[in-house]
């Protein structure tokens, strides 16, 4: 099994900053990248960042491309997303994920094989 525990969420203004953390335990072995999905109230599940646990490559969608760094920290487990001049159209629950493989086509990113999921940090962003 493996835990994933999100922070780091609030509220902030357009054009301002967060930092996402998400912190991972238990057997993560074959599980070779970690993801940051969002969803905004009524729309689909969408990957905005990806990064591989060996290498660190990095995915990114076009709308948070220059924006958003995602980063990790091995010897913590943990994943960062950075996430800066932020949009209204940001706003959303953001969520980590632990998984085996990844499709990336520039504008979507999504998963394929073994997964595990966080709760969610809620971002909001105001006008």
């Known amino acids: 099994q493996v835990q994933l525990v999100e922070s780091g969420g609030g509220s902030v203004q357009a054009g301002g900053s967060l930092e996402l953390s998400c912190a991972a335990s238990?057997?993560?072995?074959?599980?070779?990248?970690m993801v940051w999905f969002r969803q905004a109230p009524g729309k689909e599940r969408e990957g905005v960042a990806a990064?591989?646990?060996?290498?660190?490559?990095?995915f990114y969608v076009d709308s948070v491309k220059g924006r958003f760094t995602i980063s990790q920290d091995n010897a913590k487990n943990t994943v960062y997303l950075q996430m800066n001049t932020l949009k209204p159209e940001d706003t959303a629950t953001y969520y980590c994920a632990s998984v085996a493989g990844i499709v990336y086509t520039g504008t979507r990113i999504l998963y394929n094989g073994s997964n595990y999921w966080g709760k969610g940090t809620l971002v909001t962003i105001s006008s």
């Open positions: 238990g057997d993560t072995y074959g599980l070779n990248y």
């Open positions: 990064i591989s646990k060996s290498g660190g490559s990095t």
